[in-house]
């Protein structure tokens, strides 16, 4: 049962991660006018960010069933980092861009963009790591 629940978890979140960067966040950029884009974009990412938690704990979940600490330790900290950056830096970063301070919400969005780049590597690397 921690296999099928941790494999299933860790598929779902690295689909969504890739799925959400690579085709969802360009595409609504590309496509709408730049007023639209970013109120919509501000607000897809509490539902990504749910998603995200709620994935990477189920996957924590499974890995210790399962019997694999490190991996489900992993997995927990992705959940943190994912609350953190939801219910923390998120809305930091709103209150810098809505102060007009583009210099530090740019500064800020790297490092978001950095964070999920390392948490999307670790979910790969989980995952691959169960397939393996």
Do not use: C
């Amino acid at each position: 049962m921690g296999s099928f629940l941790a494999v299933m978890a860790l598929a779902a979140l690295f689909g969504g991660m890739l799925f959400f960067g690579a085709v969802m966040t360009p595409l609504v950029f590309s496509k709408l006018p730049p007023d639209v884009a970013g109120p919509f974009i501000r607000a897809a990412f509490p539902r990504y960010y749910l998603f995200i938690t709620v994935t990477s704990a189920l996957a924590a979940i499974g890995l210790l069933i399962r019997g694999n600490p490190w991996y489900a330790l992993l997995a927990v900290i992705v959940t943190g980092i994912t609350l953190w950056l939801w219910l923390e830096w998120m809305p930091h970063l709103n209150a810098v861009r809505d102060a007009g301070n583009q210099v530090d919400f740019q500064r800020g969005h790297r490092l978001s963009v950095w964070v999920n780049a390392v948490q999307f590597v670790i979910v790969f690397a989980l995952l691959a790591g169960l397939a393996g």
